[in-house]
């Protein structure tokens, strides 16, 4: 067993590895405010519960537990079976962006087409950690490759390939992110692609987890985030309507709802 720990000056980086380990013998794990930091933990051998507020799943050889930043979790070894993992975590401003469209917006366990390329990078990762003279920006260059390796990888619920549902997707995907603000609802987001708003609704739960209005949510609320920190001379109800709220109130109420704070309280926390 083996784990890193790293301190490094890079703020600035869109993608910072914080610490990983590996060949790790799960110990139970137990944390009510989270860890603040995105994590994925590889199951090498055994099998893993995790729990969440939504409820319990299993991991086993091969799967990952995907662990946003912050929100409640536990997990420990389940079986007779001695359990090994290989975690890694990490940050940065572009992590919610890259993830942004993927599965992975949502703490909980995933199964990969092929553990292999993550496997990979992650090893990739360790050997570049664990040598003399650190360089943070090629370690972002590994943590960007192990996003992309996991979104390439993750068979979203339903069974149906990330890269088959995000294909398919990728007209309604692409005009939200551009056109956050506007009245979108589940009819004119099927038109984009010329399904029915039943079958748009079971593309997105089976691709990505999550129903039309909850991944539009997810959107605007992460573009409004962005907006709070980059943009200080807007007002909160200048934010709200740019990404489509213009009842501030619902607006404040949504964004607390999520992360806990409200887009004032947030904008202070990051120094505006």
Do not use: C
Not at 23 to 36: A, L, M, T, V
Not at 109 to 118: D, G, I, K, M
Not at 154 to 176: D, K, M, N, Q
Request: charged fraction near 20%; aromatic fraction near 8%.
């Amino acid at each position: 067993m083996a784990m890193i720990f790293l301190a490094l000056p890079s703020a600035s980086l869109p993608f910072r590895l914080r610490n990983l380990g590996k060949d790790h013998s799960q110990e139970p794990i137990r944390r009510i405010h989270g860890y603040p930091h995105f994590q994925w933990i590889q199951v090498r051998s055994g099998q893993l519960r995790l729990s969440l507020e939504t409820g319990d799943s299993v991991a086993r050889p091969g799967d990952g537990l995907f662990l946003e930043p912050d929100k409640y979790h536990a997990y420990s070894a389940e079986g007779p079976d001695k359990t090994t993992v290989d975690w890694i975590a990490f940050d940065g401003s572009g992590v919610s962006g890259a993830l942004a469209g993927s599965p992975l917006v949502q703490s909980g366990v995933f199964r990969l087409s092929s553990a292999e390329s993550v496997n990979l990078t992650m090893n990739d990762a360790w050997q570049e950690a664990s040598r003399s003279g650190l360089s943070p920006s090629r370690l972002s260059v590994f943590v960007y490759g192990l996003i992309l390796a996991l979104i390439e990888g993750v068979i979203g619920p339903g069974g149906l390939s990330i890269t088959a549902g995000i294909g398919r997707l990728e007209p309604v995907l692409t005009a939200v992110a551009r056109q956050p603000a506007q009245p979108w609802d589940i009819g004119s987001m099927a038109a984009l692609v010329g399904v029915t708003p039943q079958h748009l609704g079971r593309l997105f739960r089976r691709t990505l987890g999550s129903t039309p209005q909850e991944y539009l949510i997810h959107l605007r609320l992460n573009r409004a985030s962005q907006l709070l920190v980059d943009r200080p001379d807007l007002r909160v109800h200048e934010v709200g309507s740019a990404v489509g709220y213009s009842d501030t109130n619902y607006f404040i109420r949504l964004f607390r709802s999520r992360e806990g704070r409200t887009p004032g309280q947030f904008r202070a926390l990051h120094g505006y």
